[in-house]
């Protein structure tokens, strides 16, 4: 849906803005000719209403030089810069919540075009523990929001609920790394949606960032849906050149990099890095208030994204 959009926007802005073209440098000179021309061969002061007919153009024209700019503005700030989006589901859970409305920097991982995403400047590339937005790479038509696990050429192991990462080595390396464990250090039970406490919450260690998750104590890991590679176990990954892997922060409620595999570069739409609203939609059974009218505003959750 959103490459639609991208595509409408890039078209109704080109249209607008060969017409705000053509408008500024022949239509308006030449109404101001024909005002002109008309003034010079009448004797008296022309009539309002004449002087209106001849110097205004016509209602698309005049529709097209109102709008560019600001259609044109709404291009660039979201295809270049930043764009919302909104959190369908929970699989990001403690750290986004579903009705948090988050932004997105674009232009972090490098600059594409709106259309058929091609980079044509680069700026960066993802750091081990930043939130992303993504086009599924089993369907680039839907957007995914994972956290980044592992970088290129890292390898990655999930064993007993816990994160294993061996970097890749560098050439500056004297030694090249082992795997090292990330620490998650308990915080407290979270309520299930069913109303018991299987969840439990925990602070993970990363390398470069430290954020919370959700464990369900009551679900063993479903190693046998992993994705497979060839050459490592069941629960490890290698992580291939120009891929990332991703893990939701709700580990046990994720579709992520472990069943699927891994996020080409270029299907990297941005950094989530903040949440500039966020709505609850929980009601009791017999509200009578449809489901997508939100029930509170929770102003507590706005801000940066851990």
């Not at 589901?89 to 594409?112: E, Q």
């Not at 086009?135 to 816990?162: A, E, F, M, T, W």
């Not at 369900?216 to 994705?227: A, E, S, V």
């Amino acid at each position: 849906m959103a490459v639609y959009f991208s595509i409408f926007l890039v078209i109704i802005t080109s249209i607008t803005g060969i017409v705000w073209l053509a408008d500024k440098f022949y239509l308006a000179p030449q109404r101001k000719l024909k005002l002109a021309d008309a003034q010079a061969q009448c004797q008296e002061v022309l009539p309002a209403d004449v002087i209106t007919k001849l110097a205004e153009p016509s209602a698309i024209v005049d529709t097209s030089v109102q709008i560019f700019p600001v259609i044109a503005f709404v291009l660039i700030l979201r295809s270049f810069l930043w764009e919302p989006f909104q959190i369908p589901s929970g699989s990001m859970m403690p750290t986004l919540l579903d009705g948090d409305f988050i932004l997105v920097n674009k232009f972090v991982y490098g600059l594409r075009d709106p259309v058929a995403r091609n980079k044509f400047i680069e700026v960066g590339l993802p750091e081990r523990g930043d939130v992303v937005v993504f086009k599924y790479p089993q369907d680039p038509k839907i957007d995914y929001i994972k956290r980044v696990i592992g970088l290129p050429g890292d390898r990655i192991i999930y064993r007993n609920k816990s994160i294993y990462i061996k970097p890749a080595c560098q050439e500056s390396d004297v030694k090249c790394p082992d795997f090292e464990q990330v620490i998650n250090t308990f915080k407290k039970e979270n309520e299930s949606p069913d109303g018991s406490y299987g969840l439990s919450r925990y602070t993970a260690d990363m390398p470069n960032k430290t954020h919370d998750i959700l464990v369900d104590n009551q679900i063993l890991p479903r190693t046998q849906h992993f994705y497979q590679q060839r050459n490592t176990q069941r629960d490890e990954f290698f992580v291939p050149e120009g891929h990332y892997y991703v893990m939701g922060d709700n580990r046990d409620n994720s579709l992520d990099g472990r069943f699927w595999g891994f996020v080409p570069e270029e299907n990297l739409v941005g950094e989530a890095v903040a949440i500039w609203m966020s709505f609850d939609f929980d009601r009791d059974e017999d509200s009578f208030l449809p489901k997508w009218i939100p029930t509170n505003v929770r102003f507590s959750r706005l801000g940066g994204i851990n």
